[in-house]
């Protein structure tokens, strides 16, 4: 990982330094693999909690201006130049800016490509440190990496660091997919650092350097008691990618909901919810395309947006009421 990007690489290497925390705790196991995955969330979303509020701010500022505008856009609906020039003015005296309302987005569609590549990489280390496991226990009569897999059990997922798939996603790596996934890139992982050497010697034993097909062929055989521990199932039931789904557009919809209330009123105009459908479609098909603790994540990630979006909806509605009391006296 040491040429990766860097954002994804600190991503990365934050979570594992939590999860060997919470392995101390909890043991290895699903269990510690949870809790990891939200307390980053929880360190992402405070880190983003400031932009956020300050977001809806200025959301809440340009609703409160637009019926203004209107009435600029119509005065000099024929002197475009006047217009802007006129409107941007307003923005000014009232502290309004035009890209404030985009400042959430300007982090989270950042945040959420790296946190998919931060999270392949971490389940990627985990079908690394099995290979390792698979030698020892074919060479000392051990059963550690059958215990590893069945360790990895979440729910109905049979292996929490392969996607929630019913249709392609197996429990584990086939011989040919794990070829796939590391054939490139497999100097990138620190782990081939931190254990003397151990995965490149057991890598350059089965040949995965050499011979792709002896490879897989070695591979197959030392992980069958691995795949015997899940075979005939697949890893789930694409449950988590459907909430992860579901819970970003009930998000957006919360925060689209405060911001219509006092649009109208404002009498400003409807907002535009291009970005309310669009995101949770890209949820459904990234989730389910990636392993089952970036959905965790992503799950996680919208229940406290939308707490947030709650609390901040009762918040400016409380606000609008003082202001029209105020007005009214």
């Given at each position: 990982m040491r040429d990766?990007?860097?954002?994804?690489?600190?991503?990365?290497?934050?979570?594992?330094?939590?999860?060997?925390?919470?392995?101390?705790?909890?043991?290895?196991?699903?269990?510690?693999?949870?809790?990891?995955?939200?307390?980053?969330?929880?360190?992402?979303?405070?880190?983003t909690l400031f932009s956020d509020i300050k977001s809806r701010k200025s959301t809440m500022k340009m609703q409160q201006v637009q019926p203004e505008l209107d009435k600029i856009k119509k005065k000099y609906e024929n002197n475009p130049q006047k217009m802007n020039a006129e409107q941007r003015k307003l923005m000014k005296e009232r502290g309004v800016s035009m890209m404030g309302g985009c400042l959430p987005m300007l982090f989270t569609l950042p945040l959420f490509f790296i946190f998919i590549s931060a999270f392949r990489s971490w389940s990627n280390e985990q079908a690394l440190r099995l290979v390792v496991a698979a030698e020892n226990d074919s060479q000392?009569?051990?059963?550690?990496?059958?215990?590893?897999?069945?360790?990895?059990?979440?729910?109905?997922?049979?292996?929490?660091w392969r996607p929630d798939n019913p249709l392609s996603a197996q429990p584990e790596m086939s011989g040919e997919q794990f070829y796939s996934t590391f054939s490139e890139n497999i100097e990138k992982y620190y782990y081939l650092e931190e254990d003397d050497g151990k995965l490149r010697e057991v890598l350059e034993d089965w040949q995965f350097f050499d011979d792709e097909e002896e490879f897989i062929r070695i591979y197959d055989e030392?992980?069958?008691?691995?795949?015997?521990?899940?075979?005939?199932?697949?890893?789930?039931?694409?449950?988590?990618?459907?909430?992860?789904?579901?819970?970003?557009?009930?998000?957006?919809?919360?925060?689209?909901?405060?911001?219509?209330?006092?649009?109208?009123?404002?009498?400003?105009?409807?907002?535009?919810?291009?970005?309310?459908?669009?995101?949770?479609?890209?949820?459904?098909?990234?989730?389910?395309?990636?392993?089952?603790?970036?959905s965790l994540y992503w799950i996680f990630s919208n229940m406290i947006s939308l707490c947030i979006n709650l609390t901040l909806n009762a918040w400016f509605k409380k606000q609008a009421a003082n202001k029209v009391e105020v007005l009214n006296r």
């Open positions: 990766w990007f860097f954002l994804t690489n600190w991503a990365f290497l934050g979570m594992r330094l939590l999860y060997q925390g919470m392995e101390n705790l909890f043991s290895r196991g699903s269990l510690a693999v949870v809790i990891t995955v939200l307390l980053s969330t929880l360190i992402i979303k405070s880190l000392n009569g051990t059963n550690t990496a059958v215990e590893m897999v069945e360790s990895y059990r979440f729910l109905w997922i049979r292996n929490i030392k992980m069958a008691p691995v795949e015997a521990v899940n075979h005939g199932y697949t890893n789930g039931f694409g449950i988590l990618a459907v909430i992860a789904a579901a819970t970003t557009f009930l998000s957006s919809w919360i925060m689209q909901r405060g911001q219509k209330n006092q649009q109208q009123a404002e009498g400003a105009k409807a907002p535009n919810k291009f970005m309310m459908y669009l995101f949770p479609a890209m949820t459904l098909f990234f989730c389910w395309q990636y392993d089952a603790t970036f």
